[in-house]
């Protein structure tokens, strides 16, 4: 199975209302794998949205998180500040909107609306990117001179060297990507042309031709035109040519002459060749010229550079630096795995002791040094952090400060409760009307809060004793992946987008989402377009970021068929082509089938079932996902809909037994008395009904979904046969 | 099939907002009893077509008959005619063409004057047969009452009934089911108000009525008389519509149209609103133009379906044989977008693209909509009318 990128675990979610508190989201968990897709399927007011609301940090006011962690990269997302929360949101996890009205803002254009993101993502990114760089070449190299205290001197210098020419190298890179792009762009824009004008389609030449010149121009890094510059001067007098002649001929501005048609694949050609010739490999180049700065390297055979420079780099540096990599990575794997060892034994004991009576002052003395201890287990230099050592610190002393609060709350809370009833009582005996509530009581359970205290502990006791028992890793390619890691923390350092270059990926952006005439639509305003068209901005914006996680809660549902499968392909496109992680919030099953890995189905603030997206269509088995699959046609669906009866529960008053029973023709007695628990189907499927406890009665599921179940089969074999 | 009355008949509409051509010649026939479905992607024109046919807005060309009035009619194409005529006879033309074209000229404008006036007075016109009819019924059943008491009651109602039926208009008996249930209720009236609105405006003024006739409703569409006095914003998103869809059978229309009437709601509820929309079919013996982008839904509940695309029809046939020989290549393209329940399928799915300018050479040969079988209709030319005619022939 893939590595997990996101955890939500055992997440309570109230919201303070003025009639009570509004239990939204009821003890869910779930794991989210990289490059998967998560569907969460429910009504409106299942939590869904509340879920992906909290991941993001953007609950609303009122909310309370009662319990729970959200895991991601070694943080607690629940646990963060809010500047913290700012370099993740939108940057790492992204989030497209269901209206997107609300999302986008009235009175700026969508152009700036599109770039804005990109601009200052960029400018944050490129200042993480270097501290990042900066903080785990420390690390590396203090570990290095651990491992090897006589080489001191020399390691200290290998760094810096490290540092200059991994920076350089990827300067270079960066201004040859971006004349490529350029080029691309311009090849994309005459190949674009020619074919419209093959069709006979009127298009508006002049601010064609002075666009193209811009990008024409635009390609001039040494690397990427070497060899090409007479040619390039020809295209450009070309088009200049041509430009001049559209200015005596004004009347009809979407007349296209044969000197602007020569010119245009003129130019076409030179990009082919241009882009067809051999990248460098800038990062052997960038120490080669670093030991090298007075040769002109660019009139070299590519090939030959490559090998020339790959030589150089290896030989004086790269293999010395790699071996000592390896040392200090050696070095700080045990350093840790002696912590991890000391943090084990202190750990057991802290969980006796948080069992046990404990008062506050002591308790938080305690807890700081466990917490000393648990990270003095962490390797740092492990690329993918582990999140449960990571997140000790702030989840202990949150469990710690939750559980003094309500020890000093609890009776406070009591005392008012009993006053305010008794008020009320006394105005209701005389004969008053009162036209106030009692405040419902803000207690819970101490016992419960103190085994929140042992858990955390015990979560990471058993992640090191997992850990500790794993055989010692490959240093040598640890190492090797430790300066991948460098570099592509230093091309991010780099990478600089300017307002022109933000511009052509939000057309870009814009054309690949299926905006038509993206140029002109990007002077416009929101009010301009249409629901389907404002929807395909939000997305646009989404993407502009390039997030890790993308969160979508119901992008598709203002949006008609044709659309909505452009976009989803689109979502799903991306997350092959950058290794996504989905999160899908959606009702519409037809939706889920071609988006979804895994489904959760969430009912009244709960996950009832939860499997792979075959086992949920194939072999579903909560009466809930039966409803939500016999209430939609699809195109084979002749007899009556089996509507679902009533409506969902108010969630202030949540039902004792299973919350679905009211509206569920197979509930039995226990349904109205008794949650169900997690029943296990398979390792992957699970569902929270009491109709899998062995004692159960069986029960069918409804005909139009076994028969739909069997069409579906027939065709899959059909499809295998033929 | 042949003998099925036509109710709706709408030939070659156009409604152009400025250069804009949001509904471009459109011709269909809708028989009594049905459900049409029109599907599209949003932007082709389909839900402006609704809401020409209910005269949201003045139609820019062709006409619309229902029951026989016509109920809109534009004069575009009319000026047009004059125009080009005009402009011929400015050059240098034969005397026999002369007389052709003054003839041209005189024809059309007799024709525009009698589409300004079936546009503006088809109304009065209904409302005069109406008031016409009800006074006999009344005459007979006065005529008849022996009782003094029971003669003055029946004539003071018959007052009231004569009055409103004035003032019916025949455009109210096609009624219209919004989007957004939330936005077409007015948060400031109750349910009943805003049930009651229509018979209000009619000129009932018996309040007894009004409030026995909003009960019924209320109980047609599945809610209880004490949701009466509340307000929309108590209620949820399917209650909501089922509140909108009274308001629209109060006035008992023969013909519905439903504007994307489940897109808003949630999915346990659409179940919900099909089914009564089904019901109320069956019992009422409505009429449904069906306007929404779920094929899926527009499949199970439509008998007919027309396919729009920027402001053309570009496919119309009966529902099984449109999803059994789909023949244009964007309702090929539609077809293959639909999202299946079924992870199997979906995975496999491929989506056919349609682009106008690869599909279709139109340079010379002008499209028309054509009928390539019974009752199925398709917008090609020659060429293509010969092809499809070839698939059909060979499947």
């Not at chain 1, 939500?8 to 919201?15: A, E, G, R």
């Not at chain 1, 990926?505 to 249409?530: C, D, H, W």
């Not at chain 1, 997690?678 to 004692?695: G, K, V």
């Not at chain 2, 018959?158 to 455009?171: G, L």
Request: aromatic residues 8%; hydrophobic residues 35%; glycine residues 6%.
């Amino acid at each position: 199975m893939a590595e997990k990128i996101l955890e939500v675990k055992n997440l309570k979610i109230s919201f303070r209302t003025s009639s009570g508190t509004l239990k939204a989201v009821r003890d869910i968990s779930f794991d989210l794998y990289r490059g998967r897709t998560l569907a969460i399927v429910g009504e409106s007011g299942s939590g869904k949205s509340v879920t992906s609301k909290a991941i993001l940090g953007i609950l609303a006011g009122n909310s309370i998180i009662e319990n729970g962690e959200i895991l991601y990269d070694g943080m607690d997302l629940l646990k963060l500040d809010e500047e913290t929360m700012h370099t993740i949101r939108g940057d790492k996890i992204s989030m497209i909107f269901q209206d997107p009205l609300s999302s986008l803002n009235p009175i700026v254009k969508i152009g700036p609306q599109i770039t804005e993101a990109m601009l200052l993502k960029n400018k944050a990114g490129r200042k993480n990117a270097r501290k990042d760089f900066n903080s785990l070449l420390g690390v590396l190299k203090t570990n290095m001179q651990e491992a090897c205290p006589s080489d001191s001197a020399h390691i200290e210098e290998m760094a810096k060297t490290f540092d200059n020419f991994c920076i350089e190298a990827n300067k270079l890179e960066d201004s040859y990507n971006r004349s490529d792009s350029n080029a691309q762009d311009l090849k994309e824009d005459i190949t674009n042309f020619l074919y419209m004008h093959s069709k006979k389609q009127k298009q508006s030449v002049k601010q064609l031709v002075s666009e193209q010149i811009k990008k024409l121009r635009n390609i001039k890094d040494s690397f990427y035109t070497h060899g090409f510059e007479t040619d390039l001067e020809k295209c450009l007098n070309a088009y200049n040519t041509a430009k001049g002649n559209y200015k005596a001929d004004k009347k009809d501005p979407s007349f296209v002459n044969d000197d602007l048609l020569a010119a245009m694949e003129e130019t076409g050609k030179l990009l082919d060749r241009m882009s067809e010739q051999v990248r460098p490999n800038f990062f052997r180049i960038g120490y080669y010229r670093m030991v090298n700065p007075e040769e002109d390297i660019y009139g070299y055979d590519r090939n030959e550079l490559n090998e020339k420079a790959l030589q150089v780099l290896d030989d004086r540096f790269m293999k010395e630096f790699l071996s000592y990599s390896s040392k200090g990575l050696r070095n700080s794997y045990d350093k840790a795995e002696a912590g991890k060892k000391e943090a084990i034994a202190a750990l057991r004991e802290a969980e006796t002791y948080f069992s046990s009576e404990i008062e506050q002052k002591p308790a938080e003395e305690y807890a700081k040094t466990l917490i000393e201890k648990v990270e003095s287990g962490i390797d740092y230099l492990e690329v993918n952090k582990d999140s449960y050592a990571y997140t000790f610190k702030s989840s202990l002393n949150g469990a710690i400060d939750k559980y003094f609060f309500y020890v000093e709350n609890n009776p406070k809370e009591e005392e008012r409760f009993e006053k305010q009833t008794a008020k009320r009582e006394a105005l209701i005996a005389k004969g008053k009307t009162v036209d106030w509530k009692v405040v419902p009581k803000n207690i819970l359970d101490l016992d419960e809060l103190k085994s929140n205290i042992v858990k955390v502990c015990r979560d990471v006791r058993v992640r090191y004793e997992d850990q500790t028992e794993q055989a010692a890793p490959d240093f040598d390619a640890k190492a090797v992946d430790i300066v991948d890691y460098l570099r592509d923390k230093a091309s991010t350092a780099v990478y600089v987008i300017t307002k022109e270059m933000a511009k052509q990926t939000a057309i870009k952006l814009m054309t690949e989402v299926g905006i038509p005439e993206p140029r002109m639509r990007y002077n416009q305003y929101p009010f301009e377009f249409s629901g389907g068209m404002r929807q395909r901005i939000v997305i646009a914006i989404a993407l502009a970021a390039n997030p890790e996680i993308l969160i979508c809660d119901e992008p598709t549902t203002a949006l008609d068929v044709t659309i909505q499968a452009q976009i989803l392909e689109l979502i799903n496109k991306l997350k092959a082509e950058r290794n996504l992680s989905i999160i899908f919030i959606t009702h519409d099953l037809g939706v889920v089938a071609q988006m979804a890995d895994e489904i959760a189905v969430m009912y009244a603030g709960q996950i009832v079932e939860q499997g792979l997206s075959e086992e949920v269509f194939y072999d579903p088995r909560h009466p809930y996902t039966w409803a939500l699959l016999s209430s939609m046609p699809d195109l084979d669906t002749k007899e009556k809909l089996e509507a679902i009866p009533g409506t969902p529960p108010n969630m202030i008053y949540p039902p004792v037994g299973d919350a679905f029973a009211d509206r569920n023709k197979y509930a039995m007695e226990i349904d109205f008395e008794q949650q169900p628990p997690m029943f296990d189907i398979t390792e992957t499927h699970r569902a929270a009904t009491w109709l899998l406890h062995p004692d159960a009665p069986k029960v069918e599921m409804p005909k139009i979904i076994t028969e739909r179940i069997e069409r579906m089969k027939a065709k899959l074999t059909e499809g295998q046969n033929g | 099939m042949d003998n099925k009355e036509v109710l709706l008949r709408v030939e070659h509409l156009c409604q152009y907002f400025g250069p804009t051509k949001a509904v471009d010649d459109v011709s269909f026939d809708i028989y009594k009893g049905e459900v049409f479905g029109l599907v599209g992607e949003s932007g082709c024109g389909k839900t402006t077509t609704g809401r020409s046919i209910i005269r949201i807005y003045d139609i820019t060309s062709g006409s619309v008959y229902f029951k026989g009035h016509r109920i809109c009619a534009g004069t575009l194409s009319y000026r047009e005619a004059i125009k080009a005529a005009r402009k011929e006879l400015r050059g240098n033309v034969t005397a026999e063409r002369r007389a052709e074209l003054e003839k041209i000229i005189a024809d059309n404008k007799v024709e525009m004057e009698k589409a300004n006036i079936d546009q503006k007075n088809a109304d009065k016109e209904y409302g005069k047969q109406r008031a016409e009819e009800v006074r006999r019924q009344y005459e007979e059943l006065i005529a008849n009452a022996s009782d003094p008491e029971e003669k003055e009651r029946l004539i003071k109602e018959s007052k009231d009934r004569i009055k409103a039926a004035k003032r019916s208009k025949i455009v109210t008996q096609i009624q219209m089911i919004f989007q957004d249930p939330i936005a077409s209720l007015n948060p400031r009236m109750t349910v009943k108000e805003i049930i009651g609105e229509g018979l209000v405006i009619q000129g009932y003024t018996d309040k007894e009525y009004i409030e026995q006739k909003v009960y019924e409703m209320l109980d047609v569409v599945g809610l209880v008389p004490e949701h009466a006095g509340r307000y929309p914003h108590e209620f949820s998103g399917g209650q909501r519509q089922r509140i909108g869809i009274a308001r629209s059978i109060i006035m008992n229309p023969e013909m519905i149209i439903a504007d994307e009437p489940i897109s808003a709601l949630d999915v346990s509820i659409r179940a919900q609103v099909i089914n009564l929309l089904n019901d109320l079919r069956e019992k009422m013996g409505l009429t449904i133009m069906f306007i929404a982008h779920d094929l899926s839904v527009v499949k199970y509940f439509s008998d007919r379906i027309g396919v729009m695309y920027y402001g053309k029809l570009v496919e119309l046939a009966d529902s099984e044989e449109l999803f059994r020989h789909p023949l244009h290549p964007y309702t090929n393209s539609l077809l293959s977008a639909i999202p299946i329940p079924d992870p199997a399928t979906e995975k496999t799915r491929v989506r056919i693209t349609y682009n106008p300018l690869e599909e279709h050479d139109y340079s010379v040969d002008q499209p028309t909509l054509r009928e390539i079988l019974p009752g199925h209709f398709v917008y090609c030319n020659d060429e293509e009318e010969k092809r499809y005619k070839e698939k059909v022939a060979n499947e």
